[in-house]
């Protein structure tokens, strides 16, 4: 298969969590894949001046995700400044699980510390290159499901 994003170019993109981690990997590959995205506008401008030379276009949205109303004008804004919504990368926060939740006991920093020196962990960047790869299928393939762990994965 010969991965191509020429589909997308021109393309209007939305990441949520685009300030940082997962989200900024998403939406840095997207804009230099030529794609028009929207994100936070706060954080745009950094991720703006790395961007100056990419195929694409930023846009700085003030948006809170949490607050449907604030949602709903955001999208109104973007189709009509931007255009149509053609791909939706919902990457906002990080959550903690139902497990941590339910022992009601915070996990300690020398034990965090600990998994995250000896476990093989995927880079933002890794992430980004998948949502890349299904996006660049053919326009008659439909991905429903993609299951990325790293190499050795022990948890």
């Not at 961007?51 to 009509?80: C, H, M, P």
């Amino acid at each position: 298969m010969v991965v191509s994003m020429k589909r997308w170019k021109g393309k209007v993109a939305v990441v949520t969590g685009a300030s940082a981690g997962i989200g900024a990997a998403i939406a840095q590959a997207l804009v230099n894949a030529g794609l028009k995205l929207a994100r936070r506008k706060e954080k745009v401008e950094a991720l703006a001046k790395t961007l100056e030379d990419a195929r694409g276009n930023l846009y700085a949205v003030q948006t809170d995700i949490s607050n449907e109303k604030d949602v709903v004008r955001a999208f109104e804004w973007i189709e009509k400044n931007v255009g149509a919504v053609s791909i939706l990368s919902v990457s906002s926060g990080a959550t903690e699980t139902e497990i941590i939740q339910a022992t009601g006991m915070a996990i300690p920093k020398e034990i965090d510390d600990y998994i995250k020196a000896n476990s093989n962990v995927l880079k933002a960047e890794d992430i980004a290159d998948a949502v890349l790869y299904v996006l660049a299928t053919p326009s008659h393939v439909q991905v429903h499901e993609l299951l990325i762990k790293p190499i050795g994965e022990i948890f």
